[in-house]
């Protein structure tokens, strides 16, 4: 094990040292350590400014082009078909992400719908709109490096000026919200400190309204080697402090989650205290070239990922044109790519007690 | 006073008939319960719990069978624990529930209704000044005061029974394709018309002593009082009646000191008019207020 994966010292402690002490210790020992890490990266700064509502409106839009380009979306009405489908039915209890965790009545499966809105607020909104209609929960984070967010410009954060209504529109619709962290795309490819950019835009969407309790970490290990939500304290692998991105040391557990009110990663990661350089290199090199759609990614993320596995039962995830990945944690059964009425067939036929994790990106239902 | 004393020494003349009182939102229901509730011999609550928000929107999409049963562990306790008066309560989503209430209690019902327009207005006004959670699919911006949106950014959608209660078109339905780009005050009409519909049929099938309609348009004190010796109260008083009305009870200014902005229907361009007529029209009709 090389240096930067031992324990924090700061959990060394003396069992005869007062606790008082302990903890001044604790606190000097993470602000230096912050501190030492954090050096050489450019401070997060973001203003207010940049696009309004129509010209983000028309951003959206192009996206929904694009993947119909690429022939993977879908019309809203399937977004609409999955919805009714467990929506006040007895066998199911659909709950926001946040309460993932929360005791199961007898003979029910839980269902959570989790949206990333990764590039397409328009129809994000649309989905909460419609489980408003219905009355039904759903949990959606909000990507503060997506282009309907905002924009770099000279190294300043310029957030969008149609943030502010569309936050409020999702506000309104009573869903839950959170943030799409993405903090590593800062550190990266920009040198800028993302773990400021995380806590400054949770913050400006709380100042709207939004009652944010939870983060889903954006993309995965594979694009620059570690996990976004490895920027929260005890989430890495292996308790690693940094990593190796373009020549850069890149730090991470330097956020707590409990102070920044967050109580949730909606991964429910459960971290491997085993961290392999070997078995790291080969992990994140495996990149095919259909990405996610290959299944011996899908394999190796889902199944066989050595970093973390989830916290619940069942990940099921809307990946093209009437195609879901589902992958039930349970049995290691993977399914790709199955109709959305296999994927609801196989819900209904499992025994209940299961708690199901529903991805969707919008952009997948906004033909 | 007087009622607590009689009630303690249980001398209250009362019929044991209950009564409900019903009507669709903003109304005028909760007015004319706070009037009758000052009855010598009766109470009449306000929106006890459980009040069956969620059964009620089932019903009124068609997907509740029978009920019998979730209307008496809702409502059979309440009337139990309140042996020694009338016992009243209003409750909205009760209008759905007629038949099994009137099996249960052989209750009265008071069906208040109120012209369609002065309704949608109040319920945007509402919505704007102090819940901010009136048909929150809309896509509509509304203008919210800091009551309204500190009211809605606390409740999510799986807590808010009261908007869920509110009837959507149902799919094959003319509106249902279209709902989504509505506006509020076609949402409230839609609302209002649904509603009032469904009771209106549903209290033509029962026996016509075991109802009073009620029009709150410009409500009435002599009408407030017949209802209340309808339903079998006793010493509502004229000046009383009268005063409370005057208060303006549960209005927007009542509850919060603001007056909605949303405009007086005198002041509806044709467009607006139009869209309200379309959809709830032929209900302005039978009620009589077109």
């Known amino acids: 094990m090389s240096e930067e994966h031992r324990g924090d010292p700061a959990t060394l402690s003396n069992p005869n040292e007062l606790p008082l002490l302990r903890l001044f210790r604790d606190r000097l020992y993470r602000n230096i350590k912050k501190r030492f890490l954090l050096r050489g990266f450019r401070p997060y700064r973001a203003v207010n400014g940049g696009y309004d509502r129509a010209a983000i409106d028309a951003v959206c839009a192009q996206v929904s082009e694009s993947l119909s380009g690429l022939g993977l979306n879908n019309p809203f009405s399937l977004y609409q078909q999955v919805v009714d489908f467990f929506a006040h039915r007895n066998r199911y209890i659909v709950r926001p992400l946040r309460d993932l965790k929360e005791p199961l009545p007898p003979h029910y499966a839980s269902v959570c719908f989790r949206h990333d809105l990764d590039g397409d607020i328009v129809t994000g909104i649309r989905a909460a709109c419609y489980l408003a209609r219905q009355g039904v929960p759903g949990s959606f984070y909000v990507l503060h490096t997506s282009g309907y967010y905002g924009y770099l410009d000279n190294g300043t954060f310029v957030r969008n000026v149609a943030m502010e209504s569309y936050i409020a529109d999702l506000v309104a619709t009573g869903c839950e919200i959170g943030l799409h962290t993405d903090p590593l795309y800062l550190f990266c490819k920009h040198d800028i400190n993302g773990c400021s950019a995380v806590k400054e835009e949770i913050a400006w969407l709380r100042s709207l309204d939004a009652n944010v309790c939870g983060s889903v970490a954006h993309n995965s290990a594979h694009l620059f080697g570690a996990e976004n939500f490895e920027i929260f304290r005890g989430r890495s692998w292996g308790g690693r402090h940094g990593f190796e991105c373009d020549g850069k040391r890149v730090p991470l557990q330097i956020i707590d989650e409990k102070s920044l009110g967050l109580r949730y990663e909606g991964n429910y990661p459960i971290q491997s205290d085993d961290f392999d350089t070997e078995v790291a290199a080969e992990f994140l090199s495996f990149l095919p070239d259909d990405g996610i759609r290959s299944p011996a990614w899908q394999k190796n993320y889902f199944m066989e990922n050595p970093m973390f596995r989830r916290g619940y039962d069942m990940d099921i995830w809307l990946l093209g044109t009437d195609a879901w990945m589902v992958a039930d944690y349970r049995t290691g059964k993977m399914m790709w790519p199955v109709t959305t009425e296999t994927m609801l067939g196989y819900l209904d036929e499992e025994e209940p007690g299961y708690r199901a994790v529903i991805s969707i990106h919008p952009e997948y239902v906004s033909k | 006073m007087k009622k607590a004393f009689g009630r303690f020494f249980g001398k209250i003349r009362h019929s044991n008939r209950p009564y409900f009182v019903i009507g669709c939102h903003r109304s005028g229901t909760t007015s004319i319960a706070r009037i009758f509730d000052e009855a010598e011999n009766g109470v009449c609550y306000v929106e006890p719990v459980p009040n069956l928000n969620c059964e009620a929107r089932e019903r009124m999409d068609g997907q509740l069978g029978e009920a019998t049963g979730i209307v008496q562990a809702a409502i059979e306790p309440r009337i139990s624990a309140c042996d020694t008066t009338v016992y009243g309560e209003k409750n909205a989503p009760l209008g759905m529930f007629t038949k099994e209430l009137l099996q249960l209690c052989d209750c009265r019902f008071i069906f208040v209704v109120r012209d369609g327009r002065d309704v949608v207005r109040s319920l945007i006004n509402w919505h704007e000044g ?122 927007l200014k009542d509850r919060t000191g603001f007056i909605g902005g949303y405009p007086h229907w005198h002041d509806w361009d044709d467009e607006q008019m139009g869209k309200f007529m379309t959809i709830a029209g032929s209900t302005m009709k039978r009620l009589g207020y077109v």
Do not use: H
């Open chain 2, 130 to 251: 102090l819940f901010g959670s009136i048909y929150r699919e809309c896509k509509e911006t509304s203008n919210l005061t800091e009551q309204a949106k500190a009211a809605v950014a606390n409740l999510p959608v799986e807590l808010d029974y009261s908007d869920y209660f509110r009837p959507r078109p149902l799919p094959g339905e003319p509106l249902f394709e279209q709902w989504e780009n509505l506006s509020r005050m076609e949402m409230c009409a839609f609302f209002w018309s649904r509603y009032n519909d469904y009771v209106l049929d549903a209290l033509s099938g029962l026996p016509d002593e075991c109802y009073r309609i009620v029009d709150y348009s410009i409500p009435s004190p002599v009408e407030i009082m017949e209802a209340a010796r309808f339903v079998g109260l006793e010493g509502v008083e004229a000046t009383k009646v009268r005063s409370m009305l005057d208060k303006k009870i549960n209005s």
